[in-house]
């Protein structure tokens, strides 16, 4: 299961001119030329970002409106679906390999960044933050599953299936012995928040980040 909804791109936080914040900061982290994959790439947007950096550009994609659009486009996307495909990718195959918003959406996301980390020299990953302040006061007086601007669908409809903390992923990132290259972490209208502010400002104020990796050693 691998695929980024409507709902939740709809959702994201977005520019006046209506990009989505993520994906600007993600093409940032991005080198000019480089060969790049894009799983769970959606519609394409930032497919079609990365063109203006003269990047090579390759896509897999779940839904299959989505490879439609995306092949509409002009984009080379394939359907595909990350937990059982980027087994078949070869060693360094790519200079980057991006996960958009989709980690908490797969079966297994430790596989899924090692076998990034394995095709591409670097991976670009961001995802929601369920350590936000809010979540934790709708789970603590609420009572119930939270649903927010990044993660709108109710529990028993959400294809969100592994919610995780900026901290979470933090930890994960040394688990499977990933060096942090940058890290942004961005509040509700996008903005992102200081950089020397300690993880668990973060973990509290930052509804999304994005994470750049590398391989260590």
Known sequence: ????????????????????????VMAEMIGHG????????????????????????????????????CVAKGLAVIQGDADTDLSDYPDDAFDYVILSQTLQATRHPR???????????????????????RIRLELTFGGRMPRTDNLPETWYDTPNIHFCTIKDFHQLTSVIGARIERAVALNAWGTPLRLNAPWWFWNLFGEQAVFLLSRRG
């Open 1 to 24: 299961m691998l695929t980024r909804t409507d709902q939740t791109m709809a959702q994201t936080a977005r520019t006046p001119g209506g990009a989505r914040v993520d994906l600007l």
């Open 111 to 133: 596989q899924v960044l090692e076998h990034m980390l394995r095709i591409g020299r670097q991976a670009v990953v961001s995802f929601p933050n369920f350590g936000h302040w």
């Open 34 to 69: 480089a060969k790049v994959l894009d799983v769970g790439c959606g519609d394409g947007e930032l497919l079609k970002l990365l063109e203006r950096k003269g990047v090579d550009g390759r896509g897999i994609e779940l839904s299959r409106d989505g490879v439609n659009e």
